[in-house]
């Protein structure tokens, strides 16, 4: 009988450290859930905070393109009375450039008969100087200081100066090379002062008015 309550406590001794040995095994299991429980929970709030700072960027981000989108205005329907005021406007500018264009034309055909007609009168004066030229070329010598040829002499030269002024000048002709658009060739001749194509004699002086040659100057040319 001692014996067999030996076998029955060792057999309870080694239950009790069986169930023990399960305990301990178990409690760690459990902190081990707990752990992984609160990673999750760590884990879930950390998504929640970047979903969150996501969604403010976001919100953040639509305002800014919100602002940066230009306001388009609506476009004002023109008035009739507008309208009617820019129509007359164009009308006086272009009657104001017309006008402007008619100015310039008559000015420009004003200058244009002035110089016409003041080229007609010089034409019809130089016959009366080439006139007073030869009279004075003709008057002898022992006559010449007659007060009558002096006084002539000086209404000669008064119609020069009045000629210069108005802008009428001679031709110069003699010693210069022939040229046509000046000068007028009426013969050939023979010089051994001048060479071949000079002017060596002038016949008629030739006068021009302003830039214009009123008439060209009858000369004798070397051959």
Known sequence: MAEETKVKEEELLQEQTTDEEQT???????????????????????????????????????????????????????????????????????????FENFRKRTEKEKSQMYEIGAKSIVEKVLPVVDNFERGLAAVPEEIKGNAFVEGMDKVYKQMLTVLEEAGVTPIEAVGKEFDPDFHNAVMQVESEEYESGVVAQELLKGYMYRDTVVRHSMVAVVS
């Open 24 to 98: 301990l095994q178990t409690e760690p299991s459990n902190e081990q859930e707990e752990a992984t429980e609160v990673e999750t929970e760590a884990e879930g709030t950390s998504e929640t905070e970047e979903t969150s700072e996501t969604e403010e960027t976001s919100e953040a981000e639509d305002k800014k393109g919100e602002k940066k989108t230009p306001f388009k205005k609506k476009e004002k329907k023109k008035d009739k009375r507008d309208e009617r005021i820019e129509e007359l406007t164009d009308q006086v500018k272009r009657q104001m450039a017309e």
